[in-house]
């Protein structure tokens, strides 16, 4: 009898469009599908990341189009206020993350979220594989952020991804996490934007990624780690300048 009326009560305050609702000690949050005003959603990660306690604010954007709202393959899109707290000694950063996502459908506790996705508070987030990541590489987030020394440089980075970028699909930013004794603050600069479609080699520590403005005009670069100073671009080529079509295997290759 308790569960059914925690489930009725659920259904009213959803279709009410209710933010949070608290129900046999449990509370919720929800986001409306057919609200164009911006919506904001608390989140928590279940466990530290190398040391780091991490939580915040996601604030979806101001939707400017018919509703309801739309998703990038699942993926939400918004600006996430984050506070990294170093546990060694609990000191805090916050900074601010824009069109970058940090929710997904699958997080909806209502099975189809037509109307709305109701979510429980604060949601509770976890570095999830990227769900199209050709190399398996455990570190580019589906959701949210990770925090992980990508480039063997013996230093962490934050990798946040962006859900709709290059080509329609996701992007991922890479930024310097300065975790010393000393100091505990996020580097001012990028350090590197990389496309969905980037490929690792672990071996020889090298990665590789293209952009594309149109069919015949793309640009290939490949990037090898050094141990001290991160990944190094050391190839850039153009399609189609710097290809040469050969006509008995019908396949460009590269002029040297």
């Known amino acids: 009898m308790a569960k059914i009326l925690v489930i009725i009560i659920s259904l009213y305050f959803i279709s009410f469009g209710c933010t949070y609702l608290i129900a046999a000690e449990q509370k919720f949050q929800r986001v409306d599908h057919f609200s164009r005003s911006p919506q904001i959603i608390d989140f928590i990660y279940d466990e530290p990341i190398e040391g780091v306690r991490i939580s915040g604010r996601y604030t979806l954007n101001e939707w400017e189009y018919d ?140 990665m590789k990624y293209s952009y594309s403005n149109g069919a015949y005009d793309t640009y290939y670069y490949s990037y090898k780690a050094n141990s001290s100073k991160g990944y190094k671009l050391v190839s850039e080529k153009h399609f189609p300048s710097d290809y040469i079509y050969d006509a008995e295997s019908e396949l460009w290759r590269p002029k040297y």
């Open 67 to 206: 509703t309801p709202r739309q998703t990038y393959w699942g993926k939400y899109r918004g600006s996430a206020e984050v506070t990294f707290t170093r546990l060694s000694d609990m000191r805090s950063i916050t900074e601010i993350f824009d069109d970058v996502s940090f929710l997904n459908t699958y997080h909806c506790l209502n099975k189809e979220p037509i109307y709305g996705c109701l979510l429980e508070y604060p949601l509770s987030l976890e570095p999830i594989d990227y769900e199209w990541d050709v190399n398996s590489s455990s570190f580019l987030p589906d959701v949210g952020l990770n925090i992980i020394d990508y480039d063997y440089d013996d230093k962490n980075e934050i990798i946040v991804i962006m859900p709709f970028e290059y080509g329609g699909g996701p992007e991922f930013l890479i930024y310097e996490l300065i975790d010393t004794k000393e100091d505990f603050q996020i580097g001012y600069e990028l350090l590197d934007r990389i496309p969905a479609n980037v490929e690792f080699d672990y071996n020889n520590k090298t």
